[in-house]
C-alpha cells in the first residue's frame, strides 16, 4: 500500500510493507517503537496526533510532526479542505461527458444549493446535476442538445 507521509511539511511516498531488511516493532505498554534497518537499531517515541493520520514522532533527539495517510484518504482530505476553502457561488461544471437533454432554470433565477438545473444524459442514462451553492443564476453556457466534455461550464452562480 502506498502513503503520502508529510514530515514537517516536505511530501514523502512510502511504500509498506517496508523493504526487506527493515523491520517495525512496538515496545507493549509504551510509546517506543524501534526501527531496525540492517544492524542498525533506531528509538523512536510515537504519539497520535489530533486527528487521524497525525503522529509526533521523536527520533535520536529530533522531533518531527508527521501525516501518513493512504492515498484514497489524502485524496479524500485534500477535497474536504478544498471545498472548505471555497466561499460563495460556485459554477455547475459538467461531472462527466454527456448530452445536455432538459434546461431547468433560467438566467436570473434565484436556486437553492441543491437545487436541480440541468438534466444530462450520460451512458444512456438521464442525471439532474444540481447547484453545488446558492445563488442568481448568471448565465447557462449550454442549450439542449450540447454534447459536453468533462469539465465544460454548464451554469455560471453569482
Do not use: C
Not at 511539511?9 to 517503537?33: K, S
Amino acid at each position: 500500500m502506498r502513503y503520502a507521509v508529510d514530515v514537517n511539511g516536505e511530501r514523502l511516498t512510502v511504500d509498506l510493507p517496508l523493504p526487506e531488511g527493515a523491520v517495525l516493532t512496538p515496545v507493549p505498554g509504551q510509546p517506543v517503537w524501534t526501527l531496525t534497518i540492517g544492524s542498525t537499531v533506531h528509538r523512536m517515541i510515537v504519539r497520535r496526533g489530533s486527528s487521524p493520520g497525525q503522529y509526533t514522532l521523536s527520533i535520536g533527539g529530533y522531533r518531527f510532526e508527521v501525516e501518513a495517510l493512504d492515498e484514497r484518504a489524502r485524496a479524500i482530505r485534500e477535497l474536504a479542505r478544498a471545498a472548505a476553502a471555497a466561499s460563495g457561488p460556485a459554477p455547475l461544471r459538467a461531472p462527466m461527458p454527456g448530452m445536455i437533454s432538459r434546461l431547468l432554470v433560467a438566467p436570473g433565477d434565484t436556486v437553492a444549493a441543491g437545487q436541480g438545473l440541468i438534466v444530462m444524459e450520460a451512458m444512456k442514462m438521464e442525471n439532474e446535476l444540481r447547484s453545488p451553492s446558492a445563488g442568481t443564476v448568471r448565465a447557462i453556457a449550454v442549450a439542449p442538445g450540447t454534447a459536453v466534455e468533462k469539465g465544460a461550464l454548464l451554469v455560471e452562480i453569482s
